[in-house]
């Protein structure tokens, strides 16, 4: 009896050891900012429907819809209430209640929602070349401005995403005799981290060029004895490296840039180094495919909307 007690007790350990491996590799089916952005959604859910006094879990279509058009009277964009959506749905789905897909209640309220607001995406303006040289000539040649510059020429050559610049590390980097290589090791269109590598060429002008900026940056780090970890880091006043950078710094060290150069900051953002990038390689007439390579685009729809005035 003792022999089978301890077998069932061992079985159940496994299986308890199984599903936590399964809900490991579940979870990481979704990038770690999505997965944030759809627990915030959910949350703000939950506490609405603390306000009214019903269950947020299981809700009903009929109570998410109505949600949804509390989101959009607040002024919530297009974007967002579908994001608020998503999450509603997939935290039912993830804790085993039925959700039916294509509710028509749902469905007519999003129809209604996106013809009302209209769901075309603002855009920031492109940073064409010209304006890639007014940002660099703006920055100081201190630890700060060396690193700033470096973002904003690797950004550009490279069409990075914002995430993809924070998440590189020094190990991404090499130098060859024709430029840079980075590796990336994982994107928003390469979920799996297949990773890609992209090359980073000299550049003419010493003030916009990608591969010097980033050789400078390097002995910055070389510097203070920093040879493995984030590439790019925060930087006090007295020059010291700090943490990490991420997404939402990278955007705003593309607008305090702006803001120095005499250009109007709120028409810039961080994809305004990647659409940039696009744009000015169509006007010099580079082809979509060659463009897409360097960009990460899937899809040529996609990727036409990148470039905003090569006409």
């Known amino acids: 009896m003792t022999n089978e007690l301890m077998t069932v007790e061992t079985t159940s350990m496994v299986v308890a050891k199984m599903a936590e491996r399964v809900g490991h590799y579940a979870e990481q089916s979704q990038s770690s900012a999505t997965r944030r952005a759809y627990a915030s959604d959910f949350t703000g859910f939950h506490q609405w429907c603390g306000t009214i006094g019903t269950p947020s879990m299981p809700s009903s279509p009929e109570v998410v819809a109505s949600y949804l058009s509390t989101l959009a009277d607040m002024g919530r964009k297009v974007s967002g209430i579908e994001r608020a959506l998503a999450a509603i ?3 039912h789905r993830r804790m ?9 209640g749902i469905t007519s309220v999003l129809r209604g929602i996106r013809r009302e607001k209209g769901s075309k995406p603002s855009q920031k303006a492109p940073v064409l070349g010209a304006d890639l040289e007014r940002l660099c000539a703006s920055l100081a040649g201190d630890a700060l401005g060396v690193r700033d510059r470096s973002i904003l020429t690797l950004g550009w050559a490279g069409a990075f995403r914002r995430s993809e610049i924070a998440a590189l590390e020094m190990g991404d980097v090499s130098f060859v005799a024709e430029g840079a290589l980075v590796t990336l090791k994982r994107s928003k269109t390469d979920q799996e981290g297949k990773g890609s590598v992209k090359a980073i060429p000299f550049f003419s002008s010493p003030t916009v060029c990608p591969v010097r900026a980033l050789k400078a940056w390097m002995e910055v780090l070389a510097s ?3 040879t493995e970890g984030p590439l790019f880091r925060s930087v006090n006043r007295w020059g010291k490296l700090g943490a990490s950078l991420d997404g939402q710094s990278i955007a705003l060290i593309v607008k305090r840039s702006a803001r120095a150069a005499g250009i109007e900051e709120g028409r810039l953002g961080a ?5 940039g990038f696009a744009t000015e390689a169509a006007k010099k007439g580079r082809s979509l ?9 899937k899809s040529e729809r996609v990727a036409r909307g990148y470039i905003r005035m090569a006409t």
């Open 224 to 226: 203070q004895g920093v």
């Open 289 to 297: 495919d060659s463009i897409m390579r360097q960009t990460g685009h």
């Open 89 to 91: 749905v997939g935290e």
């Open 96 to 104: 085993g209640h039925h959700w039916p897909k294509g509710h028509a």
């Open 271 to 275: 994809h305004s180094l990647r659409a």
